[in-house]
């Protein structure tokens, strides 16, 4: 009985960690689109650009105001690099990784306990 419970719970952290992992995806290919539609000059107001710029934004202001953002004009668009957003990207990688570092950490000290 107690290895079924083990296998259940090492089951139910491995869902977990893939959930964080795929949150965490999530998170950086919309911090990648940012940069890149930044970087390139993309319209702001095509629905998508805008979406991204949207949804991106908002977890992207904590770290607003720590650098400013290089401009470049150009003849028809404005080049923009916003370290917020490479910051933001570093940032939320490690408190991905954290987070299923803890869960592991969690899961080999119940293991052991139980042994």
Same mark, same amino acid.
Request: aromatic letters at 16%; hydrophobic letters at 50%; proline letters at 3%.
């Given at each position: 009985?107690? $290895?079924?419970?083990? /296998?259940?719970?090492? *089951?139910?952290?491995? +869902?977990?960690?893939?959930?964080? %992992? /795929? ?6 290919? #919309? !911090? ?7 970087? #390139?000059?993309?319209?702001? *107001? ?5 979406? =991204? %710029? &949207?949804?991106?934004? $908002? !977890? ?16 028809? &668009?404005?080049?923009? #690099? *916003?370290?917020? &957003?490479? =910051?933001?990207?570093?940032? /939320?990688? !490690?408190?991905? %990784?954290? =987070?299923?570092?803890? +869960?592991? =950490? /969690? *899961?080999?000290?119940? &293991?052991?306990?139980?042994?």
């Amino acid at each position: 009985m107690e $290895n079924n419970r083990v /296998y259940r719970s090492n *089951e139910n952290n491995v +869902v977990f960690r893939r959930i964080v %992992y /795929y949150i965490l995806g999530v998170f950086e290919a #919309l !911090f990648a689109f940012r940069l890149i539609f930044k970087l #390139l000059g993309a319209n702001p *107001e095509s629905a998508f650009v805008s979406f =991204i %710029y &949207t949804i991106s934004g $908002n !977890f992207l202001a904590p770290f607003s105001g720590i650098f400013r953002a290089a401009v470049n004009k150009g003849i028809e &668009t404005q080049s923009v #690099l *916003e370290p917020t &957003t490479i =910051i933001a990207m570093v940032v /939320y990688a !490690f408190i991905g %990784y954290g =987070i299923v570092r803890l +869960v592991k =950490i /969690y *899961e080999s000290s119940k &293991t052991r306990r139980l042994q």
